[in-house]
């Protein structure tokens, strides 16, 4: 069935696929970072992660699965109880410590069922620093609930000493009251032309995320896809170029497509082996496109200012 003109969804052709395939990475022993350096990793996270290289990661960014019953293409994962919830997170994330540098910061996602568990087990080995919420507007209501229009990302570090850069993710907003001085020039604000605009400090609520759907090209069929621009926050506020950033459930190639992008250097692991594709076409197209939607001119704009046609 051909899509509609303005889905813009990626998808993969039997052909793509079986090129795709041969660049995915499948390891067994330990092995040296050059060997997995800006590579998809395809296979089951717990086993790999044992392989990595030590202290290699300066940035780390996990989206788990959250504690929901939830279909992953051919894997699904099941709702448990709350403290087996926090067993299965203790069961990999005690295993990460050993793949960070001392500086290295980490966030994981969350959402308000799995959020308090992630809180209990990354406070054992990290520094928690923040969490920040970003407002996520997309599904259906609930007839008999508050309809879920958040997830949360908790902002841990290492250690005391991290990098955390504030001027990379200034947001541009509309100007509301555009006060002068007494000359009459603007105060903290300037005009072009498409308005009347300031920098301003990011917060640690985000209500400028658009989630990937089916007319934004960076759309694809994962399930619980996070945006280019969600994680270019993240990379550009806490690390620098050149550094390293590893996702250990990468889905469908976001962290490292970001990252590209954003010229670091990147290692993800993904056990769906259609997803790991998808994030390998989805690399390769990043080799003639740079742009990050909601991302121009070095500044984040707010949700829906500036078309993506236009940045």
């Not at 995320?209 to 990379?235: C, G, R, Y």
């Not at 003639?288 to 078309?307: A, C, H, L, S």
Request: charged residues 30%.
């Amino acid at each position: 069935m051909s899509k509609a003109p303005r889905n813009k969804t990626l998808t993969l052709t039997a052909t793509e696929k079986k090129q795709l395939k041969k660049g995915l990475l499948h390891i067994n022993k330990k092995v040296a970072l050059s060997t997995i350096l800006n590579k998809t990793i395809q296979q089951d996270m717990l086993q790999a992660l044992d392989y990595l290289p030590d202290a290699f990661v300066d940035l780390l960014f996990v989206d788990p699965p959250y504690n929901l019953s939830k279909k992953f293409n051919k894997t699904s994962f099941k709702e448990m109880e709350s403290e087996a919830y926090e067993l299965w997170l203790d069961e990999w994330l005690s295993k990460i410590p050993r793949i960070l540098k001392p500086h290295a910061s980490i966030y994981i996602c969350g959402d308000w069922k799995s959020s308090a568990a992630i809180y209990n087990v990354a406070r054992k080995y990290f520094h928690i620093q923040n969490r920040i919420t970003f407002e996520r507007e997309k599904g259906r209501g609930a007839k008999s609930n508050w309809k879920n229009a958040s997830e949360d990302i908790w902002f841990c570090t290492m250690s005391k000493d991290y990098y955390f850069n504030v001027e990379a993710v200034k947001m541009k907003r509309k100007v509301l009251a555009p006060y002068t001085d007494t000359k009459g020039k603007p105060k903290d604000w300037t005009k072009d032309k498409k308005g009347k605009f300031r920098l301003t400090f990011p917060s640690n609520l985000w209500t400028d995320i658009s989630i990937p759907f089916w007319s934004m090209p960076e759309n694809t069929d994962h399930p619980t896809q996070k945006p280019e621009k969600l994680v270019a926050k993240i990379i550009l506020a806490s690390s620098q170029e050149g550094d390293v950033i590893f996702d250990p459930f990468l889905g469908s190639g976001t962290t490292s497509v970001t990252a590209k992008k954003l010229n670091r250097k990147f290692v993800g692991i993904e056990l769906d082996e259609d997803f790991a594709c998808i994030a390998e076409k989805r690399l390769q197209m990043a080799e003639n496109d740079k742009r990050i939607q909601g991302y121009v001119d070095g500044v984040f704009w707010e949700r829906n200012t500036v078309p993506f046609e236009e940045e």
